[in-house]
């Protein structure tokens, strides 16, 4: 994927529009899941072994209306807390790795 993010790419389907971007797909997430995030409830799951790399937009959606640590189980919510301490990870990713790593949903 060496493309240029501001490329249009087409659908592999019949669409309308056809061509989309990356910011298109920004976009769509972030009107889909921020936006409208009162009136539904998503389950999003990370699949063990992914990358911890994540683009920064999605940082961002995660940390600004993504999970809290609230609503974890106590022992879950404990072993966050421990991660937290012994992690290198800066602030703003501790708590989506630990997630990701996890496999929570």
Not at 2 to 15: G, H, M, T, V
Not at 33 to 50: C, D, N, V
Request: aromatic letters at 26%.
């Amino acid at each position: 994927m060496n493309q240029e993010l501001y490329k249009s790419k087409a659908f592999s389907r019949q669409f309308s529009p056809q061509p989309y971007n990356y910011y298109d797909y920004i976009d769509a997430w972030y009107n889909t899941f921020y936006l409208w995030h009162f009136q539904h409830s998503w389950f999003f799951w990370f699949k063990k072994g992914i990358s911890l790399k994540f683009p920064k937009w999605f940082l961002m959606w995660f940390n600004n209306i993504g999970p809290t640590v609230n609503l974890l189980p106590q022992q879950v919510k404990d072993n966050c807390e421990y991660v937290n301490e012994i992690t290198t990870f800066v602030q703003g990713y501790r708590f989506i790795s630990f997630v990701a790593s996890q496999g929570l949903a």
